[in-house]
Nanobody
Framework: QVQLVESGGGLVQAGGSLRLSCAAS????????MGWFRQAPGKEREFVAR????????DYADSVKGRFTISRENTKNSVYLQMNSLKPEDTAVYYC?????????????????WGQGTQVTVSS
């Protein structure tokens, strides 16, 4: 059973930065695409960013493009989300997920393992 554990969330002022980490319990997770999603209160879970298994292919939601950067270290079975220039509308629970394929996608249905989430709160 694959376990994903997120960390790095917290409270930050608008304009600030946070770095989220996601640690996978299995070495084989390095063979799969990984993604970050978020869910704000009363809203559906939405795509934030994804990265292919090699790290060479990434994709971002328009709302975070230019501010967030996804990366991975396969030797550490870890994926990261560097979040800069944070806005109050970025407030949400952020989830790490492992894709069923090697690239990942923007769609929840293509991910079969999920972490428990980490809260990010951006104050104005």
């Amino acid at each position: 059973q694959v376990q994903l554990v997120e960390s790095g969330g917290g409270l930050v002022q608008a304009g600030g930065s946070l770095r989220l980490s996601c640690a996978a319990s299995t070495r084989t997770s390095s063979n799969y695409g990984m993604g970050w999603f978020r869910q704000a209160p009363g809203k559906e879970r939405e795509f934030v960013a994804r990265i292919s298994f090699t790290g060479s292919n990434t994709d971002y939601a328009d709302s975070v493009k230019g501010r967030f950067t996804i990366s991975r270290e396969n030797t550490k079975n870890s994926v990261y989300l560097q979040m800069n220039s944070l806005k109050p509308e970025d407030t949400a629970v952020y989830y790490c997920a492992r894709s069923s394929g090697s690239v990942g996608s923007r769609y929840l249905k293509d991910y079969n393992y999920w972490g428990q989430g980490t809260q990010v709160t951006v104050s104005s």
